[in-house]
C-alpha cells in the first residue's frame, strides 16, 4: 500500500482546490489552495491527523477518504484514485464474483485435487468434480447455502468438521477478510444485507467483527465425513486469483496418507462434469 503516494496524492487535492469552490473566503492567504486546517474542519478530522496522513504516516478508513474527497470537491478520477492509493473500490464499487477462463482453467488442472473458487464476500461461485465428489457441496434451500461465512456461522455442514484450534482460526479468517472486503466495497448492498444478518444472529461472529484477529495466511485442517469411504482429513489454503479478484480454496492430503488414499478412491470413481458454475442450471 503506498501510503506516501497517497498523501502526496492527498497535498495535491488540497493545494490545487480553490478555496471558493469549498465555500472558503479567497483573501488573505500566502500559499495557493487549501490549508490543512481547513481541510480538516470540512472532513471532520483534526489538522495533526491531515499532517500525518500527508507524510505517508496514517492509513485513512474508508469513511475518512470519502469525507476528505467530499471536502475537496474531488471528480469521478480524482476520488478512484484516492481510493486505489488507500486500498479500497470507490463507494459505488461492487464485489467482483465473475470467474473468467484463466479461472476456470484452475480449476480443471486441479483436477484430482478438491478447488473452489469464491468471491471476497465468500460466496462460492465454481466447483471443480473433485469437491463435489466429498459430498459437501451445499443445497439451494437457502439464499445464501454457496456462502462459506454464512455456512460456518449459521448453518454448518454436518459432513465438515474441525477441532477446536482450527476452527477459531478458521472462523478468524472468514471475518478477517471479510471485514477487509467490507472496508474495500461499502457500496456492496448484498454484502452489507450479509454482514448485518451474520452480526444479529450469530454472537461468536459479531464478537470477531468487532475485533477482528490479524491472519497471516490461510492455513487449516478439516475432517470430510464421505458415505462410502469414511472420514478424510484434509488442509486448506487460500490462492489469490489477482486477474478476476477471486480466491480459490485448495484441498490436499498428506501424500501417502491414508486420507489420499480415500481422496484418489473417490475422485477416480467420479463421472461427473469437471466444473460446475455455482447458480446456473448446469455444469460451466
Known amino acids: 500500500m503506498a501510503l506516501h503516494d497517497l498523501g502526496a496524492e492527498v497535498r495535491r487535492l488540497r493545494e490545487t482546490t480553490e478555496p471558493a469552490s469549498v465555500g472558503l473566503p479567497p483573501g488573505g492567504r ?49 476520488y478512484e484514485r484516492l481510493c486505489a492509493l488507500a486500498g479500497y473500490a470507490a ?25 473452489f473458487l469464491c468471491d471476497r464476500a465468500w460466496n462460492v461461485v465454481a466447483v471443480n468434480d473433485a469437491w463435489m465428489t466429498l459430498g459437501a457441496g451445499a443445497s439451494n434451500r437457502q439464499a445464501r447455502d454457496w456462502n462459506v461465512a454464512w455456512r460456518t456461522f449459521r448453518a454448518a455442514h454436518r459432513e465438515i468438521s474441525r477441532d477446536d484450534d482450527h476452527a477459531a482460526a478458521f472462523r478468524a479468517t472468514l471475518v478477517n477478510r471479510l471485514h477487509s472486503t467490507y472496508l474495500r466495497y461499502p457500496g456492496d448492498e448484498s454484502l452489507a444485507e450479509l454482514v448485518d444478518e451474520l452480526r444479529s444472529t450469530s454472537r461468536s461472529f459479531d464478537t470477531l467483527w468487532r475485533a477482528p484477529r490479524t491472519v497471516a495466511a490461510y492455513d487449516n485442517r478439516a475432517v470430510f465425513r464421505h458415505p462410502g469411504v469414511g472420514d478424510i482429513a484434509l488442509d486448506g489454503n487460500v490462492l489469490e486469483v489477482p486477474g ?12 501417502g496418507s491414508a486420507d489420499a488414499g480415500r481422496l484418489g478412491e473417490i475422485v477416480s ?5 469437471a466444473i460446475v458454475r455455482v447458480g446456473q442450471p448446469g455444469p460451466g
Open 30 to 78: 500566502r500559499a495557493r489552495g487549501v490549508r490543512r486546517e481547513e481541510l480538516a474542519e470540512l472532513a471532520g478530522v483534526s489538522a495533526d491527523y491531515v499532517r500525518r496522513l500527508e507524510q505517508g504516516r496514517r492509513h485513512p478508513s474508508a469513511a475518512v477518504v470519502n469525507a476528505i474527497a467530499r471536502a475537496l470537491r474531488a471528480g469521478p478520477a480524482e
Open 91 to 115: 463507494a459505488d464499487g461492487q464485489v467482483p464474483r465473475e470467474a473468467g477462463a484463466a479461472s476456470m482453467r484452475l480449476l480443471e488442472r486441479f483436477a484430482d485435487t478438491p478447488v
Open 244 to 255: 478476476d479478484n477471486l480466491q480459490a480454496v485448495v484441498l490436499t492430503a498428506a501424500p
Open 269 to 273: 470413481a467420479s463421472s461427473g462434469p
